[in-house]
């Protein structure tokens, strides 16, 4: 689904469209004020693909008028958001006045009219979706992203698995993106340790909550961890041996390639790795589903 935010405070008058959004594969998430809507992306933002503005909005939930100034509110924001990233924005009105607007339009630039560019909204929605990496990403590997989409993985990692695959796609194999690798492992095996998985001890994380990775290694592998007492209760659970194996390749490979020329290009190592971690990550919410339901 590609999910949308809408900034529209007449929202509700138009809930058909919601509908028919859905039927082209677009999730709408309405919110009816500039101030909200812009909080609700700033807490989100790898959430939403895209944006709806209505032209007519109020600045604040308890704002009495309906103005420009809430449309200048938003735009002004994703202008600036949009210097480092890239998240289409699109004015939707209803507004007569502003329909054949040439000071409007010279203002703000193109918009699109409720009721008779209702189709040709969502066809730009579709479109500019496609060119967004996550999309992109989602296309050939989308079973790789259900562990951030049941709340296993922190959404807010989710750049780390678009940007290996988008490394993939592109055939950029250069040394300097195989840390990537190990960033998302240890991503995985914080996940793991009680966050929100309880299955690595805890006494195998630093302080900072950060995993000793050699420890957890030999945990997830059943063998005696080096450095500890082993006063703890050894899980019963075990993955498979083939997942056993990825955890270290893993591990071992990013070692390994931490100290090369960052432009030396690695190919072979970096599609191994890049389709270890994407097995491993198609196969932790069966895991975890299996055995730890209750937890995410």
Not at 92 to 105: A, I, W
Not at 123 to 138: H, L, P, T
Request: aromatic share 12%.
């Amino acid at each position: 689904m590609i999910e949308v935010l809408w900034i529209d405070d007449q929202w509700e008058d138009q809930k058909d469209f919601i509908g028919y959004a859905e039927q082209s594969d677009i999730n709408i998430h309405p919110v009816d004020n500039s101030v909200d809507g812009i909080a609700m992306l700033q807490a989100n933002q790898s959430k939403y693909h895209a944006i709806i503005l209505d032209a007519k909005v109020k600045l604040k939930k308890d704002s009495l008028d309906t103005n420009l100034e809430g449309l200048k509110h938003s735009r002004d924001y994703l202008i600036e958001l949009n210097v480092n990233s890239y998240l289409p924005f699109y004015i939707f009105t209803g507004q007569p006045d502003y329909v054949d607007s040439e000071l409007f339009k010279q203002s703000f630039g193109e918009y699109f009219i409720k009721g008779d560019g209702n189709e040709k909204l969502l066809e730009s929605i579709i479109k500019d979706a496609s060119n967004q990496k996550e999309m992109q990403a989602r296309a050939s590997f989308d079973e790789a992203f259900k562990i951030f989409d049941l709340g296993i993985l922190g959404i807010e990692y989710k750049h780390l698995l678009i940007d290996f695959i988008t490394c993939l796609r592109e055939k950029d194999y250069r040394k300097k993106n195989i840390p990537i690798f190990r960033d998302l492992l240890e991503v995985i095996l914080k996940s793991l340790g009680n966050k929100p998985i309880p299955y690595i001890p805890e006494t195998f994380f630093y302080d900072n909550d950060n995993p000793v990775l050699e420890s957890c290694i030999q945990y997830i592998e059943g063998r005696s961890v080096k450095d500890t007492d082993e006063n703890f209760k050894r899980t019963t659970i075990y993955l498979p041996k083939n997942i056993q194996g990825i955890f270290r390749k893993l591990k071992e490979s990013c070692n390994e390639f931490s100290h090369i020329n960052e432009k030396e290009i690695v190919q072979y190592e970096f599609l191994s790795n890049a389709h270890c971690m994407l097995e491993l990550l198609v196969f932790l919410p069966k895991f975890t589903e299996k055995h730890f339901h209750n937890y995410y």
